[in-house]
């Protein structure tokens, strides 16, 4: 049950973590809510929802390999976005969150065009949502 639900909604959690990375960075919203939801996100998005799912077990290594390449992307967005609010002048890391937003649109195309789960291509366009928050904010 659980894991039904975690999954018909997982695409909004990105769109949540945006409005709040937005919020904590212009009204007066503590740092570490928006930290300890990122944080949720990130444990989400690899451990559980590689362990929760079937994605390893239909035996399609490149089904897999796209799959944990993706959650890998979606965690490494989650992480880097909570260093950026608190160092927001770090070229490494502005760096790095730009390459990972260029990676993420074309994870976007791949799950538009060539996988039929709608959810994933929803989900990492709620991450280009949540960059562009980043970047801009």
């Known amino acids: 049950m659980m894991k039904q639900i975690g999954y018909k909604y997982e695409f909004f959690l990105p769109f949540i973590a945006a409005v709040l990375f937005f919020f904590t960075r212009k ?3 503590p740092e570490v809510i928006y930290t300890v939801f990122a944080i949720l996100i990130a444990i989400w998005y690899f451990p559980l929802r590689l362990v ?6 239909k035996g399609d290594s490149k089904s897999s390999f796209v799959t944990i ?20 002048e770090s070229f490494v890391f ?44």
């Not at 929760?52 to 077990?57: N, P, S, T």
């Open 27 to 29: 009204v007066p919203l």
């Open 69 to 88: 390449s993706a959650s890998i992307v979606s965690v490494l967005i989650a992480a880097i976005s909570v260093v950026l609010l608190h160092h927001a």
């Open 52 to 57: 929760l799912g079937d994605f390893l077990k």
């Open 94 to 137: 502005k760096t790095t969150f730009q390459l990972l937003s260029i990676l993420n649109v074309f994870l976007i195309y791949y799950f538009h065009f060539t996988n039929r789960e709608a959810r994933l291509f929803f989900s990492h366009l709620g991450f280009l949502f949540l960059t562009s928050v980043v970047f801009v904010g």
